[in-house]
């Protein structure tokens, strides 16, 4: 039985260590010691040379209970916070609701998640629950776009499938697929030229930017498919006597199918390639692709035993596909399936972010289910 009071005080520990993204140093030391302390094996890479935040990715594996071939799981969460994240204040209102006090996040997002998995193995513990291999993967830098688990070496992933717990909706939503995404970075070179002397000699790279991102196709291109320009940076403030010689542009494709990001990309690169052509500028136009789309279908082993799971616990499942990413994109691309399960935060990465406690308790409840049924599979 989950003990809520314990779940909670477990919470309000994690949310008030200080863990911004790039400074998860005393979170990762904190958690160390908590994963430590109840008998799991504790292991870390060196992921932090690649991603340069304060902390390497953690791996916590609770040994199985018996010889006999059960699954082996991993449960994911996230150890970073965004900002403004320090010196959290939690504040638990007489309606079952935790927030802050209002001058930061809370850091539901994702300590829910890392409150959760330390509660289920309690409980495991406690109730004597026959188990496989049970890894947490415990990442750092989610929220500066997927650093740790990019900068992981699939190596130390030692899982038949994995659940994530860090997905927004209700309890029982499924996050079954997920887009991959390219980061784009474009340059624009024209010609400058006093812009009241001798406009003509110039070519105005603002003027050939704005008609690339003019003929591109952006927003919602299909409902697996979006595309944005989110950075147009270029001259000299002030300097409005200056024909702009250079634009720099960032943006971002994302799908859920390869073959459409693949053609997004290449349409907006083509926009820009054929506009620099025809004013004879000059464009470098480089895309990135900085993680890879997932999908499941309901008939998934890894999603039919999350929903049967969810069902036992008195939650309706229901399956949604995600237009963000998240850790498990990457773990899927690493071969091992994985989705993620919604665990009920509201209004992260704002100062108005909530958890509803009964959330909290079902998502635990969750994960120690999925951990029986799995046991039960075999």
């Keep these: 039985m989950i003990q809520e009071k314990r779940l909670v005080d477990e919470f309000i520990e994690l949310v008030k260590v200080d863990s911004e993204t790039l400074f998860e140093q005393e979170i990762s030391e904190v958690l160390k010691k908590k994963f430590s302390a109840l008998g799991l094996k ?13 902390a390497n990715n953690l791996f916590f594996t609770l040994a199985p209970t018996s010889d006999a071939p059960l699954p082996r799981l991993f449960f994911t969460s996230h150890m970073d916070t965004v900002t403004p994240g320090k010196g959290i204040k939690p504040q638990i209102g007489e309606d079952g609701i935790i927030r802050s006090d209002g001058t930061t996040i809370l850091g539901s997002d994702d300590k829910v998640g890392l409150a959760a998995m330390l509660e ?3 409980v495991l513990k406690e109730q004597n629950i026959k188990h496989g291999q049970i890894q947490f993967v415990i990442t750092a830098g989610e929220e500066s776009g997927l650093k740790g688990s990019r900068c992981m070496d699939p ?6 499938y994995g659940y994530a717990l860090d997905s927004n909706g209700e309890v029982g939503a499924i996050a079954v697929a997920a887009p991959t995404q390219a980061k784009i970075y474009i340059s624009f070179s024209g010609r400058s030229a006093h812009a009241g002397v001798n406009p003509e000699a110039g070519i105005s790279a603002i003027t050939v930017a704005s008609k690339a991102v003019a003929r591109m196709p952006l927003g919602r291109i299909d409902k697996e ?13 002030g300097a409005t006597n200056i024909v702009v010689d250079r634009v720099d542009l960032e943006g971002e494709a994302r799908s859920i199918v390869q073959e459409k990001l693949d053609r997004q990309v290449e349409a907006m690169r083509k926009a820009c390639e054929d506009v620099a052509a025809e004013m004879n500028a000059k464009v470098d136009f480089k895309s990135d692709v900085i993680y890879p789309a997932f999908m499941f279908d309901e008939d998934a082993p890894v999603v039919k035993l999350a929903m049967e799971a969810l069902r036992k616990i008195g939650c ?3 399956t949604f596909h995600s237009g963000g990413g998240s850790d498990a994109n990457v773990f899927n691309g690493f071969g091992i399936p994985t989705v993620n399960l919604a665990v009920g935060y509201q209004n992260i990465h704002t100062t108005e972010e909530h958890i509803a406690i009964r959330d909290m308790v079902k998502v635990t409840e969750a994960v120690v289910q999925i951990i029986k049924e799995a046991a039960e599979s075999k």
């Design 155 to 160: 190596k130390w992933l030692q899982a038949d």
């Design 225 to 237: 498919t979006t595309a944005n320009i989110g950075r147009f940076a270029g001259g000299v403030n």
């Design 120 to 122: 289920a193995i309690r």
């Design 42 to 54: 504790v292991e870390e890479d060196d992921s932090s040379i690649r991603s340069g935040h304060g």
């Design 316 to 318: 309706t499942p229901s």
